[in-house]
T-cell receptor
Framework: AQKITQTQPGMFVQEKEAVTLDCTYDTSDQSYGLFWYKQPSSGEMIFLIYQGSYDEQNATEGRYSLNFQKARKSANLVISASQLGDSAMYFC???????????????FGKGTRLSVIA | EAQVTQNPRYLITVTGKKLTVTCSQNMNHEYMSWYRQDPGLGLRQIYY???????DKGDVPEGYKVSRKEKRNFPLILESPSPNQTSLYFC????????????FGPGTRLTVT
């Protein structure tokens, strides 16, 4: 079973509008972290925002906010006031902190390609 | 500047010719990983290391080897590359196995013909 599901392969948004990128996750652990990364066409992975499973407040970083709904196991990324430079692939990822092996990899979704239109 | 470096950034090689992709971090991190990224599949972990001389397999280890002789370096070795190893490779490091920090290198785009 997929641990991270991003159901939107591609999204379009008008410049200056807000957009929500969906992410649902699957874990039975209590302690985990949720991450969003941006990957522009140049290829590098740019960290955007982090939400810990015990954090009560939704994380915010500038124009990025994470809409964390723990009971629904959802961690949607909201980008406000979209800019042309936001056009990129966006990946949701999860890290489970207490595993049998001790390994705590980032497990990624398949990504959403966001295109911002002028 | 805190960073993870990878070399080379781009490599085109032929089937069977051994190659090494280097990864180095300057943050004294214990935990290091290699991921590969393929279209439609996201990133998948190849190998990881929790400290010097401690390495283990991730989700897709076949055809790869790693070593961790020093804390800062975590090279990825392809003893006999094949075309199905054509991919974008990322090295990542983290201060430990918990927390909100995972630093990625810039990526190595490998093509095996």
């Amino acid at each position: 079973a997929q641990k991270i599901t991003q159901t939107q392969p591609g999204m379009f948004v008008q410049e200056k509008e807000a957009v929500t990128l969906d992410c649902t996750y699957d874990t039975s652990d209590q302690s985990y972290g949720l991450f969003w990364y941006k990957q522009p066409s140049s290829g590098e992975m740019i960290f955007l925002i982090y939400q810990g499973s015990y954090d009560e407040q939704n994380a915010t970083e500038g124009r990025y906010s994470l809409n964390f709904q723990k009971a629904r196991k959802s961690a949607n990324l909201v980008i406000s006031a979209s800019q042309l430079g936001d056009s990129a692939m966006y990946f949701c990822a999860m890290r489970e902190y207490y595993t049998q092996s001790g390994n705590t990899p980032l497990v990624f979704g398949k990504g959403t390609r966001l295109s911002v239109i002028a | 500047e805190a960073q993870v470096t990878q070399n080379p950034r781009y490599l085109i090689t032929v089937t069977g010719k051994k190659l090494t992709v280097t990864c180095s971090q300057n943050m004294n991190h214990e935990y290091m990983s290699w991921y590969r990224q393929d279209p439609g599949l996201g990133l998948r972990q190849i190998y990881y290391s929790m400290n010097v001389e401690v390495t283990d397999k991730g989700d897709v280890p076949e055809g790869y080897k790693v070593s961790r002789k020093e804390k800062r370096n975590f090279p990825l070795i392809l003893e006999s590359p094949s075309p199905n190893q054509t991919s974008l490779y990322f090295c990542a490091s983290s201060p430990g196995t918990s927390g909100n920090e995972q630093y990625f290198g810039p990526g190595t785009r490998l093509t095996v013909t």
